[in-house]
């Protein structure tokens, strides 16, 4: 099938470290795969917990914490109680003997958060008490390790929920959390602007222009995994760059085309 370039969205974000070409995309790829992961695990758990009725009636609801377990993954609903963060419902992946993922909801009975449960909900928590411009509307927060980037405490990623099925908001906002959760170490908005993709039309590819470096960054491999279609990225920085590149996110892979 011919590529065609079906959306245009121009993409300016403030500034960052400058780093090498190889490891800057690889960087974005492996951060893009995990922000989407983890998105898509929360937000099948939370249809999974409305649909079970899980989540009627929570007296001060104050969000989620998706967890890995060796087996799959847990997200765990949280709510206000007694001046304390509890669980008040769990959904639990499990990975089968044939590839496939078992879920399970459960009620929790007020479960107190404790240890790394506890720091990543709070991460989430903190970076929502610093908002960042971006679109307008529900946020889903993203809690990474910073380890991924090889620093210490939590990446949180504030993600536009997506309202309707032809766009999607990519406006990310990215804060580098202390360990305990607390302290917001770094904020960083990947899109001055609210940049939505539009994906309706019978879309087979999108070409977003990107003046933050010149590499795609992990929102832009974000986009083509939950868009399912190819992006090409105009890169040209406007603090380090010697002229256009252009490069093809494919299947959450990155690719130099010229």
């Known amino acids: 099938m011919r590529f065609v370039a079906v959306a245009v969205v121009a993409v300016v974000a403030a500034g960052c470290a400058h780093l090498p070409e190889a490891e800057a995309v690889r960087r974005a790829e492996v951060l893009g795969a995990a922000i989407y992961e983890q998105d898509k695990v929360s937000a099948v758990a939370t249809d999974v917990a409305l649909g079970a009725g899980l989540l009627a009636g929570v007296h001060e609801p104050a969000g989620w914490v998706t967890m890995p377990t060796a087996t ?51 991460a989430s928590r903190t970076a929502l008490a610093h908002p960042l411009p971006a679109c307008p509307g529900p946020i889903n927060p993203v809690v990474l390790p ?67 470096s010149d590499t795609p960054m992990e929102h832009h491999v974000y986009a083509n995994l939950a868009t399912h279609l190819s992006l090409t990225v105009l890169a040209q920085s406007m603090f380090f760059s010697t002229g256009m590149v252009i490069w093809r996110i494919d299947d959450g892979h990155v690719t130099k085309v010229k």
């Open 72 to 122: 799959g993954g847990q997200v765990d609903f949280v709510a206000g109680h007694d001046g304390a963060y509890v669980v008040t419902a769990r959904v639990v992946f499990e990975r089968q003997p044939d590839g496939k993922m078992k879920v399970e909801p459960a009620a929790i009975d007020a479960q107190p958060l404790t240890g790394e449960e506890r720091a990543r909900f709070l």
């Open 146 to 212: 910073a380890t991924l980037i090889g620093e210490q405490g939590w990446l949180v990623y504030l993600l536009p929920a997506q309202a309707k099925r032809e766009e999607l908001p990519i406006a990310l906002r990215r804060f580098h959390v202390s360990a305990d959760g607390t302290t917001v170490l770094d904020a960083q908005p990947l899109t001055r602007s609210c940049a939505v993709l539009q994906l309706g039309g019978g879309a087979v590819g999108l070409v977003i222009t990107h003046a933050l």
